[in-house]
């Protein structure tokens, strides 16, 4: 399997799996958004406060990051030829990419404490 | 061989026409590059929101002014093309809507649903 899922194979497979998480996490966004009873602050942070929530949040940015890593390893695979360049350019990505993900786990697991 | 290199090679992308697919497959592309770029913004507008009262009244301040709201309506644009195109390309995956006709027919319905999303979103913006 693991052979099987080598290189290009794995790229198209989490690009589809992290696709779907997405799709049915906006759905379940858009139900949450038209269920809720008050807006403002309060509502909004015990909203993510809630684990489930919380959890939830975090798996949709890290389907993001991962959405966006084979995505734009895939642009940038297309059109820069030159080899060091072209890893510069993912190494790059990648940092970029590793620093939004740190990030957005430091303000979630900030929010959980509400 | 001299006639070859006066062959007209149309790959200037202004004058070649191009199938209503490619668009919806370039748009795919941009959409996506878009809510790359996106990311941040929104990480720092999830962190704002949170941080206390008086920075989520801040950034709902914020949200009023003209140029958030213009790149509020572009990341609505973005998120629906790639939204419906994303779900098109799954569907296409499996086999679903994979002829000429059919292909192009949902290529003009991503157009036209992400087009119809950003319009709702001028609604609501504005």
Redesign the interface.
């Known amino acids: 399997m693991s052979k099987l899922l080598s290189t290009g194979l794995r790229a198209w497979v989490i690009q589809r799996f992290s696709a779907v998480y997405m799709v049915v996490f906006l759905l379940y966004i858009a139900v949450s958004v038209a269920m809720r009873q008050s807006t403002g602050f309060e509502p909004w942070t015990a909203w993510l406060a809630n684990p489930i929530n919380n959890v939830v949040v975090g798996l949709f940015f890290f389907a993001l990051l991962l959405h966006a890593w084979v995505g734009c390893r895939d642009i940038i695979m297309d059109y820069v030829k030159p080899f060091w360049l072209r890893m510069i350019k993912l190494v790059a990505l990648a940092v970029l990419l590793l620093a939004m993900g740190l990030w957005v786990l430091l303000v979630l697991l900030k929010a959980v404490e509400y | 061989m001299n006639n070859n290199k006066t062959r007209p090679k149309h790959l200037n992308l202004f004058k070649i026409r191009m199938p209503v697919t490619a668009v919806a497959s370039i748009a795919h592309?941009v959409s996506?590059?878009l809510?790359?770029m996106l990311?941040?913004v929104v990480?720092y507008l999830?962190?704002r929101?949170?941080h206390s009262?008086q920075s989520?009244?801040a950034l709902m301040q914020l949200l009023t002014h003209p140029l958030a709201k213009m790149l509020l309506i572009i990341g609505i644009w973005a998120i629906s093309h790639h939204?419906f195109a994303?779900?098109r390309f799954?569907l296409i995956?499996v086999d679903i809507g994979i002829l000429k006709a059919s292909a192009r027919r949902s290529a003009w319905l991503v157009h036209a649903l992400a087009l119809i999303c950003a319009l709702w979103g001028v609604g609501i913006v504005l």
Do not use: H, K, T
């Open positions: 592309r996506g590059v809510l790359v990311i941040p990480v999830l962190q929101s949170l009262e989520y009244d939204f994303g779900i799954l995956d």
